[in-house]
T-cell receptor
Framework: NAGVTQTPKFRVLKTGQSMTLLCAQD?????MYWYRQDPGMGLRLIHY???????AKGEVPDGYNVSRLKKQNFLLGLESAAPSQTSVYFC????????????FGPGTRLTVT | KQEVTQIPAALSVPEGENLVLNCSFT??????LQWFRQDPGKGLTSLLL???SQREQTSGRLNASLDKSSGRSTLYIAASQPGDSATYLC?????????WGAGTKLIIKP
């Protein structure tokens, strides 16, 4: 039981390049989330999903797209990376309604030059 | 709009002391509140989750309280150890989303 895994762990992009971050969970959780964490700040929600085939915008969705084609996977895409997207990205999942805790992946450190 | 604040931003105490970390939130309509620990360059570890109907939760040397009416939660750490040094984050579950404080960086001096 691996929990929540994220691929890749580190990545460096040039401005304008695109990439996809993969989040996978093996706990059969319904809800999945993508956050970003900048230095000295708490996490901010980018997008989330309450079930397979659904996605919704969070607090800071601009410049990102997501897809949840399979229940266990939640993909975060950057179509045209910008230096402002340099951050640590965390994925999380939760079993169901709001009575349950979120479980987090180890994070992806992204640098855009 | 829900806002979460953690004070102080940093705290340094000698080993063995008991200490309290504070978390306040502006909207009392929450489902639950979670406390997390984050070590430098690492992911997040969930410490305690308090449901909105509960007043406190305990795990080992940690005790978290919740007062929804005043919009406050505290994390009490008993008999602190150097291994407790980390950043502690609180987050409130509000309308499908976790809203986060910026964290308190805790240093326990041997």
């Amino acid at each position: 039981n691996a929990g929540v895994t994220q691929t890749p762990k580190f990545r460096v992009l040039k401005t304008g390049q695109s990439m996809t971050l993969l989040c996978a969970q093996d706990m059969n959780h319904e809800y999945m989330y993508w956050y970003r964490q900048d230095p000295g700040m708490g996490l901010r929600l980018i997008h989330y999903s309450v079930g397979e085939g659904t996605t919704a915008k969070g607090e800071v969705p601009d410049g990102y797209n997501v897809s949840r084609l399979k229940k266990q996977n939640f993909l975060l895409g950057l179509e045209s990376a910008a230096p402002s997207q340099t951050s640590v990205y965390f994925c999380a999942s939760k079993r169901g309604d709001s009575s349950y805790e979120q479980y987090f992946g180890p994070g992806t450190r992204l640098t855009v030059t | 709009k829900q806002e979460v604040t953690q004070i102080p931003a940093a705290l340094s105490v000698p080993e063995g002391e008991n200490l309290v970390l504070n978390c306040s939130f502006t909207d009392s309509a929450i489902y639950n509140l979670q406390w997390f620990r984050q070590d430098p360059g690492k992911g997040l570890t969930s410490l305690l989750l308090i449901q909105s109907s509960q007043r406190e939760q305990t795990s080992g040397r940690l005790n978290a309280s919740l007062d929804k009416s005043s919009g406050r939660s505290t994390l009490y750490i008993a008999a602190s150890q150097p291994g407790d040094s980390a950043t502690y984050l609180c987050a409130v579950d509000s309308n499908y989303q976790l809203i986060w404080g910026a964290g308190t960086k805790l240093i326990i001096k041997p």
